[in-house]
């Protein structure tokens, strides 16, 4: 499984902004990811048409608790 990171703005308020984390089944490369993700970023704003998308990216979904963890430890 792989994220699609999108940052998304409310339509007339674009300092109105926040991430959604879109559950990916992909087994290829970050990069073909992003690629391959456009649909799937149509679909969403297709369901939410108040928001329209800034950008967005693919990650590894444990990335961030990897991060968080090794952020945690470095204070100890």
């Not at 559950?23 to 690629?35: I, N, T, Y």
């Not at 969403?44 to 990216?57: A, D, F, K, L, M």
Request: glycine share 6%; net charge positive; aromatic share 8%.
């Amino acid at each position: 499984m792989i994220q699609i990171v999108v940052m998304v703005c409310r339509l007339g308020q674009p300092d109105l902004c926040e991430e959604q984390r879109l559950q990916f089944a992909w087994q290829g490369s970050l990069r073909q990811c992003a690629m391959a993700a456009q649909p799937y970023i149509a679909q969403w704003i297709g369901e939410h048409p108040r928001w329209t998308v800034r950008n967005y990216h693919c990650e590894d979904p444990g990335l961030r608790d990897r991060a968080a963890l090794g952020r945690a430890a470095s204070r100890l």
